[in-house]
């Protein structure tokens, strides 16, 4: 009988603990974890519920980043006396880096009293860190140095670009590693082109790998100190009556320039000004001008042009040899081009004849026709000492034409016809006409001189 008693008051005290006790025990394993950025960690929370009831459990995450947290169900239900396991996956990304801590608070749905909380601890890393970053002056170009390290085996692309104070790219180079870890040094120079200006420039050196999804830079400043460096070629081409003087200027350094050609060249001779002066002298038989170029940028030419002439001294024979060019062009053309005559012969009262003579010294003749015109005061006779030609009777006169076809080189022709005059002191006879086409196609006309019967 007293054992039973006593068991009896055991199982009234085992009850009564459990009425009064924890309803709700929550735990997370593992409390703290490492994860890589951009890659998934899990961790396992244990909900067990302690009551003679069921539990119908909400989970709720507090902290930052919350968009990292793929929660498990909202919802858990747990028979009483009894735990339920649930997995929090959360997936870093994003540049923020170091140890973050969450808060998971797990309560009944209808006890507000029935609930516990537990914490974890996530400490994200990255696969790829820049520890240093320098940039210094190097010659023409800059010097930069990059220190790092990688995580993981991965093959990288370093990018360093020049950018200008204006936020202007100037120069790009690249630079490709392969199969990197650990920790890791690389210095380049990155060449500055001839035509940057002096003044303040940024290195902004860039990763990308294939294991790198977000932006990994780093930027460091130097100072492209002033140089000044103009230069000028000359070159000079030659002919019988002058030469033709090209200066090319050009800013080799960094800094805008302004620059002043001089040349000298002697006072009996002409300078021709293709770029003008701004302003010449002379002196001890010399004549100086000088050019006053624009501002050069850094990289730009400019160019004088002027002429040194020696007309002068060919002046006299340059006369002479225009007179006999002249002359012999006039002679040229005299003897060389086609010509047509007219003559009058009195042949008895009232009565003449009409001679055209067409000489071709040289040219071929095509499609020649020659047309003379007798006017009213006289009749043409029907009866020819030649060729025939056409009559073309008008109110004012008789029109003769000839069709001779073409003449060559040498070839001379003889046309003949009479009048009668009904006049007694004769008839003036206009001019004679030869018309043709020349070698080149043109039409041309000659005139004879004119006859009186």
Same mark, same amino acid.
């Given at each position: 009988m007293l054992k039973i008693t006593l068991l009896a008051a055991f199982l009234v +005290?085992?009850?009564?603990?459990?009425?009064?006790?924890?309803?709700?025990d929550v735990q997370i394993d593992p409390r703290e974890n490492d994860?890589?950025?951009?890659?998934?960690?899990?961790?396992?929370?244990?909900?067990?519920?302690?009551?003679?009831?069921?539990?119908?459990?909400?989970?709720?995450? @507090?902290?930052?980043?919350?968009?990292?947290?793929?929660?498990?169900?909202?919802?858990?239900?747990?028979?009483?006396?009894? $735990?339920?396991?649930?997995?929090?996956t959360f997936y870093p990304?994003?540049?923020?880096?170091?140890?973050?801590?969450?808060?998971i608070v797990v309560g009944d749905r209808v006890d507000e009293n029935a609930k516990d909380s537990d914490t974890l601890r996530l400490f994200v890393k990255d696969p790829f860190e820049i520890r240093k970053f320098s940039v210094e002056k190097s010659g023409p170009?800059?010097?930069?140095?990059?220190?790092?390290?990688? +995580?993981?085996?991965?093959?990288?692309?370093?990018?360093?670009?020049?950018?200008?104070?204006?936020?202007?790219?100037?120069?790009?180079?690249n630079t490709e590693l392969k199969d990197v870890i650990g920790e890791r040094a690389v210095s380049e120079i990155v060449p500055m082109p001839e035509t940057a200006w002096a003044g303040e420039y940024t290195i902004k050196a860039s990763v990308k790998g294939h294991k790198i999804l977000y932006d990994i830079s780093?930027?460091?400043?130097?100072t492209l100190e002033p140089v000044r460096n103009v230069v000028e070629s000359e070159k000079r081409t030659s002919s019988v009556f002058y030469d033709t003087v090209t200066v090319t200027v050009t800013n080799l350094g960094n800094v805008e320039s302004q620059y002043t050609v001089e040349r000298a060249v002697p006072s009996d001779l002409v300078t021709g000004f !293709?770029?003008?002066? *701004? %302003?010449? *002298?002379?002196?001890?038989? *010399?004549?100086?001008?000088?050019?006053?170029?624009? $501002?050069?940028?850094?990289?730009?030419?400019?160019?004088?042009?002027?002429?040194?002439?020696?007309?002068?001294?060919?002046?006299?024979?340059?006369?002479?040899?225009?007179?006999?060019?002249?002359?012999?062009?006039?002679?040229? !053309?005299? @003897?060389?081009?086609?010509v047509i005559r007219k003559r009058v012969v009195s042949k008895g009262s009232y009565t003449y004849s009409v001679i055209l003579e067409i000489r071709n010294p040289v040219k071929q003749l095509k499609d020649v026709f020659i047309s003379d015109f007798?006017?009213?005061?006289?009749?043409?006779?029907?009866?020819?000492? *030649?060729?025939?030609?056409?009559?073309?009777?008008?109110?004012?006169?008789?029109?003769?034409?000839?069709?001779?076809?073409?003449?060559?080189?040498?070839?001379?022709?003889?046309?003949?016809?009479?009048?009668?005059?009904?006049?007694? %002191?004769?008839?003036?006879?206009?001019?004679?006409?030869?018309?043709?086409?020349?070698a080149? %196609?043109?039409?041309?006309?000659?005139?004879?001189?004119?006859?009186e019967a």
């Open positions: +005290l085992v009850l009564a603990m459990s009425a009064y006790g924890q309803p709700v994860v890589m950025v951009n890659s998934p960690v899990e961790y396992t929370l244990t909900i067990k519920n302690n009551q003679n009831k069921w539990l119908e459990a909400i989970i709720a995450v @507090y902290g930052v980043h919350l968009e990292w947290v793929t929660p498990p169900d909202f919802l858990v239900v747990v028979a009483p006396n009894s $735990a339920e396991e649930r997995k929090l990304t994003g540049r923020d880096r170091g140890a973050f801590t969450y808060n170009g800059a010097l930069a140095k990059l220190d790092f390290r990688s +995580l993981e085996v991965q093959n990288l692309n370093i990018i360093f670009e020049a950018i200008d104070a204006s936020g202007n790219k100037v120069a790009v180079l780093d930027s460091a400043g130097f !293709v770029t003008n002066p *701004s %302003g010449c *002298s002379d002196a001890a038989g *010399s004549k100086t001008c000088r050019y006053a170029l624009a $501002a050069l940028q850094p990289g730009q030419s400019a160019e004088v042009v002027y002429r040194v002439e020696y007309w002068p001294k060919f002046a006299p024979i340059a006369a002479i040899a225009i007179i006999v060019l002249v002359v012999a062009a006039g002679s040229y !053309v005299r @003897y060389t081009r086609p007798v006017p009213q005061t006289a009749v043409v006779e029907e009866e020819f000492e *030649s060729a025939k030609p056409h009559l073309n009777a008008t109110q004012t006169g008789t029109e003769l034409v000839w069709k001779l076809g073409d003449l060559t080189s040498s070839d001379h022709r003889i046309l003949a016809y009479r009048i009668k005059s009904a006049l007694i %002191g004769g008839t003036r006879m206009p001019r004679a006409q030869l018309r043709y086409i020349d080149k %196609g043109t039409e041309k006309r000659l005139y004879s001189n004119e006859g």
